[in-house]
């Protein structure tokens, strides 16, 4: 069997995997409980462009042989800013520090269960400058059972908005080595 290969991708080798990358977050983020429309997925693509160019970010994707099968990507959040959907302030602890913002990590269906997840967390959190990582996960999604085994803890929630109607997320925080 073809063995996972993992490849770090730098602004310019995002832009060249975008349709891959796409494809896999649409085959992802279209499923239960996302249901991500075809807007939602055109947006994702061009906001991946200009996440890369931004400080900290770092995409790592996951292949079998020519296939890529999962992904994940991550920017530095200036310690000055929080998800402008949180209930409340960040933590003590979280505020006016850098954190390691997840903005997405997704894996093909058919290729979870096998560490792929995993590997691709810990070579997106591996040697960052920042003290803790930070993501928005919805409660119910079956990620989140992966977030907690890997010591992922809550530090707040985010609400939609009239402005912005995504659903109800759970603000999860890391401590980095």
């Known amino acids: 069997m073809t063995p996972i290969t993992y490849e770090t991708l730098d602004q310019w080798a995002v832009a060249q995997n975008r349709d891959a990358i796409v494809a896999v977050y649409a085959s992802v983020f279209t499923e239960p409980p996302y249901f991500d429309t075809p807007e939602q997925i055109a947006t994702f693509g061009d ?14 994707v996951a292949c079998h042989g020519q296939e ?29 520090v850098d954190r390691c913002f997840i903005l997405e990590w997704a894996v093909l269906q058919a290729w979870r269960g096998r560490g792929i997840g995993e590997e691709l967390m810990r ?7 920042e003290r803790y990582a930070v993501l928005p996960a919805r409660p119910h999604a079956p990620a989140m059972a992966v977030y907690r ?4 803890q809550k530090a707040g929630d985010s609400y939609p908005t009239p402005e912005n109607p995504r659903p109800h997320m759970e603000i999860m925080y890391l401590p980095l080595p």
């Open 68 to 96: 890529l099968v999962g992904f994940e990507y991550a920017i530095t959040m200036e310690g000055s800013r929080w998800f402008r959907r949180a209930a409340a302030p960040p933590p003590d602890f979280l505020a006016g």
């Open 123 to 129: 070579r997106v959190l591996t040697d960052r400058p």
């Open 47 to 60: 906001d991946l462009l200009s996440h890369a160019s931004l400080p900290g970010f770092r995409c790592v």
């Open 149 to 152: 085994r890997a010591g992922w």
